[in-house]
């Protein structure tokens, strides 16, 4: 089946970027997303981008996208100890019906 | 109340026990979703409803049984489960099942004891 994968740990200093990395596998993928989730909650979605575009920018966060390599980043520009959470990429494709998959999630631990 | 809200938000239960977990989204969508989250592991879409209608049973186990009586509702129950049930269980919906973005509720996390 489709997969997404990303790794499970980053740790930044307050202040920098953080970027985190997502591949995936699925050649039908129609919309990729990134979702926050902090501790004891659900997932909140933070923004998502339609397979037909390379970046998105939303305040503090960029998407990029390289559909020829399956590759999706996020990018938390002057990250902040608010934004420590598990960030979770997902994707929608076509594979014998529309499905959203995730991945396992990355920890972001901000240091002060 | 708006999004998606889902009670109890703690559950502790015996292996015996029944009990139900109550999912409710307030934005109008026509599909609602069941998942799990366990430590260290992808989230596991359990079920999938459309219009009411399961659209998705991902090979569950029966002691897991879901109820959709309205596109605003949905329900877990739940009966003779096991240790290694516990996790959390998170709902989502979508204006659709299919391409739409999923919102998801706080999640209810159940120990089995």
């Known amino acids: 089946g489709e997969d997404v994968e990303q790794s499970l740990f980053l740790s930044v200093r307050e202040g920098d970027s953080s970027v985190i990395n997502c591949t995936y596998t699925?050649?039908?993928?129609?919309?990729l997303y990134w979702y926050k989730q902090e501790p004891g909650a659900g997932l909140q979605l933070l923004t998502y981008i339609f397979s037909n575009m390379d970046m998105k920018q939303d305040q503090r966060l960029t998407v990029l996208l390289n559909k020829k390599d399956k590759h999706l980043s996020l990018r938390i520009a002057d990250t902040q100890t608010g934004d420590s959470a598990i960030y979770f990429c997902?994707?929608?494709?076509?594979?014998?019906?529309?499905?959203?998959?995730f991945g396992a999630g990355t920890r972001l631990f901000v240091k002060a | 109340e708006t999004g998606v809200t889902q009670t109890p938000r703690h559950l502790v239960m015996g292996m015996t026990n029944k009990k139900s977990l109550k999912c409710e989204q307030h934005l109008g969508h026509n599909a609602m979703y069941w998942y799990k989250q366990s430590a260290k592991k992808p989230l596991e879409l359990m079920f999938v409803y459309n219009f009411k209608e399961q659209t998705e049973n991902n090979s569950v186990p029966s002691r897991f049984s879901p109820e959709c009586p309205n596109s605003s509702h949905l329900f877990l129950h739940l009966h003779t489960l096991q240790p290694e049930d516990s996790a959390l269980y998170l709902c989502a919906s979508s204006q659709s099942a299919g391409t739409d973005t999923q919102y998801f509720g706080p999640g209810t996390r159940l120990t089995v004891l």
């Open positions: 997902a994707e929608t494709g076509y594979t014998g019906g529309f499905k959203t998959i």
């Open positions: 699925d050649s039908s993928s129609t919309y």
